[in-house]
């Protein structure tokens, strides 16, 4: 599969957290061609501020492996993520990070582009526009 199938992958979790009520934020972590964790935004639903994509994802992920440490995994999200959620991905040592739409007023690259371990592999832009479209619609929707 390509970087394209897995960020649509990602879109359907998105999708599922814009039913729930959820800002649409989806992922999914894939280890040796095989998806390991799907996670969508929880923050409403649990009350937590810290319920991202990427956190629940990054739990799910580590459990599947049965270690902390995701380098041999790729992670592919809808929005860039904020900089919580890389630092996260720090300290997990994710291997690659694939995301669609930039997040100019709190993505990760603006505010702590060192956050990421050093040797992740980053990649932009993947289905940006689908990504970015699926957002604006939840805002849209709800204002």
Not at 58 to 64: F, R, V
Not at 92 to 116: H, I, T
């Amino acid at each position: 599969m390509t970087d394209e199938d897995y960020m649509k992958k990602a879109l359907a979790e998105a999708r599922q957290a814009y039913e729930e009520g959820e800002i649409p934020v989806g992922v999914v972590v894939v280890c040796k061609d095989r998806i390991i964790a799907r996670a969508h935004n929880l923050t409403e639903t649990l009350h937590d501020v810290t319920a991202h994509a990427e956190m629940q994802a990054i739990t799910a992920a580590t459990d599947a492996l049965g270690g902390k440490y995701l380098d041999p995994c790729t992670l592919y999200v809808t929005l860039e993520p904020c900089v919580m959620c890389a630092g996260a991905l720090g300290w997990s040592q994710l291997g690659r990070l694939v995301y669609g739409a930039s997040d100019d007023r709190r993505g990760f690259s603006k505010f702590a582009p060192e956050a990421l371990h050093p040797k992740t592999e980053v990649c932009s832009g993947v289905l940006a526009e689908e990504c970015r479209a699926l957002m604006k619609d939840f805002f849209k929707y709800k204002r």
